[in-house]
């Protein structure tokens, strides 16, 4: 990882963005994803999307919903470089595991724990006066 201070910044951002992703999963409120999206960003509105469908649907991630799925990233790592005055590239990735619950009658309550993957995101973000903004996302390895 790049000392200039900027290139930090935009590093520690991307570890932030994670965190409002697995956030947006794990309470199926998709506000605050939004919020860090550009117009253009389709891997944010589509995983957005699919947030609120799975929070209409069947409320997954209510507290009396039949099936709750938990998402758990661990090991967090970034890096980054800068592209142009303003815009940054970071690579941010985690192992991601997934654990479902659900109860099956009567009262026995079910419990599967995925095997873990590793998830590594590339985030093209960009510096705004309020803070920073994600322009585009690829999936580099897992997803």
């Not at 000392?3 to 930090?8: K, L, T």
């Not at 965190?19 to 939004?34: E, H, I, K, M, Y």
Request: net charge negative; aromatic share 6%; proline share 4%.
């Amino acid at each position: 990882m790049s000392e200039e201070p900027d290139v930090q910044a935009a590093t520690a951002a991307g570890a932030e963005f994670f965190d409002v992703f697995a956030t947006a999963l794990n309470d199926g409120d998709s506000t605050d994803l939004r919020r860090w999206a550009a117009p253009g960003c389709g891997w944010c509105e589509s995983v957005a999307q699919q947030v609120d469908d799975l929070a209409l649907a069947d409320d997954s991630t209510g507290t009396g919903a039949a099936t709750v799925a938990r998402h758990r990233f661990d090991a967090i790592t970034a890096r980054g470089g800068r592209e142009a005055p303003g815009k940054y590239v970071v690579e941010v990735g985690a192992d991601h595991l997934v654990t479902t619950t659900w109860e099956e009658p009567p009262g026995t309550r079910q419990l599967h724990i995925g095997t873990p993957e590793r998830l590594v995101l590339a985030l093209a973000l960009t510096q705004r006066d309020d803070g920073w903004q994600v322009d585009g996302v690829r999936v580099v390895e897992g997803g």
